[in-house]
């Protein structure tokens, strides 16, 4: 029997789905879809087309989705397509595509000004790993192509090398409260820190923690030689070793990213009912 796909990264629905899924699940039906860009510094991805639906994930500025719908109560249903995660968003969130982004944001967050001066009122922000094109750049300012300016130090080139340490970004986020589906300096949940400090290092993770568990690294079965960079897996969570005994991770007990030891999470977790750790992995 065919196993149907999943639907958290293959767009479907009764009544429409990508016409790459044709001959693998119904639909009256199947579009090519549109891509679009995110233009917003983050647009939230929910469940339902309402502000008051579940958060799936968040798309981040420079983004590129591939819209299959847009709704006349103004949202689109997308896919994401640096993760593939489904789901919707609001449609002002999105426009066409501008020019190619030629730089990325390498620090948690940013402001944009609308002068080369740090004094002015800022316009928007951005958060680590959006993409964006640059129009000019000093010393100083980089230029945006959709307007504003950027600090020049937060931001890298795309073709320069990516931060050899994902552990020393996840490091960025210490105390940043936790957000379930949330992806940027503002609020985080456990693979979304994963996610976005391992794409800061150059390495393409999946949105959740039970895809990163099945797709990232290699099991390793000593525990006493743990390492950093070591991911740790449970049912529905995942943190990073800092070392051979703190563990990093964002979390619903603590409401923030937190350090602290393996051994007290392990206690926490179980005794929560949440189950024992099912599997650690290395990158």
Not at 168 to 180: C, D, I, K, Q, S
Not at 209 to 228: F, H, K, P, V, Y
Request: aromatic share 6%; glycine share 8%; net charge neutral.
């Amino acid at each position: 029997m065919t196993k149907t796909p999943d639907p958290r990264r293959h767009a479907f629905r009764p009544d429409l789905a990508d016409a790459r899924l044709a001959g693998r699940v119904e639909a009256a039906r199947f579009v090519e879809g549109t891509l679009r860009e995110v233009v917003a510094p983050a647009t939230a991805l929910r469940r339902h087309p309402a502000r008051d639906a579940p958060l799936e994930s968040e798309a981040l500025a420079g983004e590129v989705v591939r819209a299959f719908e847009a709704r006349a109560d103004g949202w689109s249903w997308v896919q994401l397509e640096r993760d593939r995660h489904v789901g919707y968003v609001e449609t002002g969130a999105l426009a066409a595509p501008g020019v190619a982004p030629t730089h990325r944001l390498v620090v948690p967050r940013s402001f944009v000004y609308p002068a080369p001066d740090v004094k002015a009122p800022p316009l928007s922000w951005l958060p680590l790993g959006a993409r964006f094109a640059a129009a000019a750049h000093d010393e100083r300012f980089v230029a945006l192509a959709r307007g504003g300016f950027l600090v020049a130090r937060h931001a890298a080139p795309l073709d320069a090398p990516p931060t050899a340490d994902f552990v020393a970004v996840a490091e960025e986020f210490l105390a940043v409260p936790y957000l379930w589906g949330g992806r940027t300096g503002l609020g985080l949940d456990c693979s979304g820190l994963v996610q976005v400090a391992l794409d800061a290092a150059g390495i393409a993770a999946p949105r959740d923690s039970d895809m990163q568990e099945a797709e990232l690294g290699a099991a390793i079965n000593d525990r006493a030689g743990l390492r950093r960079g070591d991911l740790v897996f449970w049912k529905g969570h995942v943190g990073a070793m800092r070392d051979a005994r703190i563990l990093l991770h964002a979390n619903g007990h603590h409401m923030q990213v937190a350090a602290e030891p393996l051994a007290e999470a392990e206690a926490r977790i179980a005794a929560r009912g949440g189950g024992p750790v099912t599997s650690i992995r290395r990158l």
